[in-house]
Structure formats: C-alpha cells, structure tokens
C-alpha cells in the first residue's frame, strides 16, 4: 500500500509539472509581437547630411517578465508515510482493544463456569453425605432391631404354649421389623398392617429377593426395587417381588422412611 501510493505521488507531480508547461508555452506563444522603436529622421535646410546625426542606439523597451502562478505543495514522502503510520496504529490501536475485550469476555466465562461447577459439586457432595448419613442410621436402626428380634424371638413360644408362630409375635412391634408368611421386613419406627403378600410367580427359582422399599408418611409404599442381598438374577422374579412389595401396607409416619422386605423363594 505504501508503495503504490508514492507511485500515484509521483504520478500526479509529473502530470500537474507538464499542464503548467503548456500553460506557460501558450501563454508566450500569443504575446503580440511589438517592433522596436527606430527613431524619427529630422532634416535641416537642403543639405544630404543636415538631417543630424541618427542615433544608432535603438530605444531599449523596458521587458515585462510574467510571473509563473505558484506551484502548489505536492505532498512529500515523509507526509505520506506519517499519514500511513497514523492509520496503521490507529488500526493496530483498534484491534488491541477488541482484543483485550475478547479476552475479558472469554475470561469472565470460565469463571462463570468454574463457579457453576464448584457449586454442583458441592451440591452433589452434601446430597451424598446426606445419603450416606441416612443410609447410616437406618442401618443402625437395622442392626438395633435386629438385636433386640434375636434376643426376644427365642422365647416366643416356650412359655405359654399357646402355638403362636413368629409373625403372630412380632407383628407391630415398634422396633420396626417382623415377619409375615416366611418373608421379613424391616421399617424404622413402623409396623406392619396385616400381611405381606406373597409374590406371583410362575419360574422355578429357590433363594430369595431383598427388596428397598420407600414408604410415605401415610404407610403407602412408593416405591420398590430390587436392591444388594439379592441371590436370584431372573428378572421375572424379582418384578414378582417388587410388585408384592408395593401391596404392602404399614404404619403412618411424619415422614418418608426407607426399609426393605425380603422374599425367600423356594423350588415348587
């Protein structure tokens, strides 16, 4: 770019120097041309030579020099350049700051997404511990009920005998878990209300199904679903035993509890 416009520079010098030449050309060229003054011949009496002596000097006319009209300043190189090298930082000014700006905007992102990732981490962490603690103690509550189960059903049926099988004694017991038709149960704080129904099933399994159960403030379960515990893998089986899980019916609550039931399936 520099260099093409020294070129025009150069061009348009060239083409404005040769119009003043043809201005100046013609403007000579049509002066009118004046002849010079010789003088006037006076003659005395009748003599040849009496005229006088004839100045041989011819009268000088005074010479009209015209002025040639001022040149205009061409710009020089060094305006040209300067002119360019304003432009040039004008322009690297420009993008400097665009760019400072886009690094701004790119930096503010990632601290954005740094903060919504810290933020759903930690949300993710006190929602694991918060399971985890839950998970905890209800395991305590297991272990305790399971304690007491193992330290009161041994007596069941020594002392009176009056025949009444384990379901019969440990049906509502506060501790929160029992048995009903071969299956257990186990619910903090709850107790059973009537029987477990036993699963429908047509596959010729034997072993059992653990089965996590959620129930509602109203002793509805809410949901059930196959869970660790578990010694049999057919599918068929288990939805048998999620689907009996889900009739059962316990005691209300002020809140959600989690427990589970446990079906033993033995071969027909």
Request: glycine content about 6%; cysteine-free.
């Given at each position: 770019m520099k260099?093409?416009?020294?070129?025009?520079?150069?061009?348009?010098?060239?083409?404005?120097?040769?119009?003043?030449?043809?201005?100046?050309?013609?403007?000579?060229?049509?002066?009118?041309?004046?002849p010079e003054d010789e003088g006037i011949m006076v003659s005395f009496g009748d003599a040849d030579m009496g005229g006088g002596q004839e100045s041989e000097e011819p009268a000088v006319q005074p010479s009209t020099t015209i002025a040639p009209p001022p040149t205009p300043a061409l710009p020089s190189d060094n305006d040209l350049m300067t002119q360019e090298d304003e432009e040039t930082l004008a322009l690297q000014k420009q993008r400097l700051e665009e760019k400072k700006r886009k690094q701004q905007e790119e930096a503010e992102r990632?601290?954005?997404?740094?903060?919504?990732?810290?933020?759903?981490?930690?949300?993710?962490?006190?929602k694991e511990k918060a399971i985890a603690e839950q998970k905890a103690k209800e395991q305590a509550a297991i272990d305790k009920a399971n304690q007491l189960g193992s330290l009161f059903g041994k007596g069941g049926n020594t002392s009176g005998g009056n025949g009444a099988d384990d379901s019969t004694a440990t049906k509502g017991n506060p501790a929160g878990h029992g048995s009903s038709g071969g299956n257990s149960w186990s619910l903090k704080g709850r107790?059973?209300?009537?029987?477990?129904?036993?699963?429908?099933?047509?596959?010729?399994?034997?072993?059992?199904?653990?089965?996590?159960?959620?129930?509602?403030?109203?002793?509805?379960?809410?949901?059930?679903?196959?869970?660790?515990?578990?010694?049999?893998?057919?599918?068929?089986?288990?939805?048998?035993?999620?689907?009996?899980?889900?009739?059962?019916?316990?005691?209300?609550?002020?809140?959600?509890?989690?427990?589970?039931?446990?079906?033993?399936?033995?071969?027909?």
């Open positions: 260099h093409e416009s020294k070129i025009y520079g150069f061009l348009g010098s060239a083409v404005f120097m040769l119009l003043l030449f043809l201005l100046l050309w013609f403007i000579y060229v049509d002066r009118p041309w004046q990632i601290r954005k997404q740094k903060e919504e990732q810290a933020r759903l981490e930690a949300e993710r962490i006190a107790d059973l209300r009537g029987t477990l129904v036993s699963p429908s099933y047509n596959s010729n399994e034997e072993g059992k199904v653990v089965v996590e159960i959620r129930v509602n403030a109203a002793g509805k379960v809410i949901d059930a679903r196959a869970t660790s515990g578990t010694t049999i893998s057919d599918k068929e089986t288990q939805r048998a035993a999620e689907n009996a899980a889900r009739q059962a019916t316990f005691s209300s609550g002020e809140n959600d509890v989690i427990g589970t039931i446990t079906y033993v399936f033995k071969l027909k």
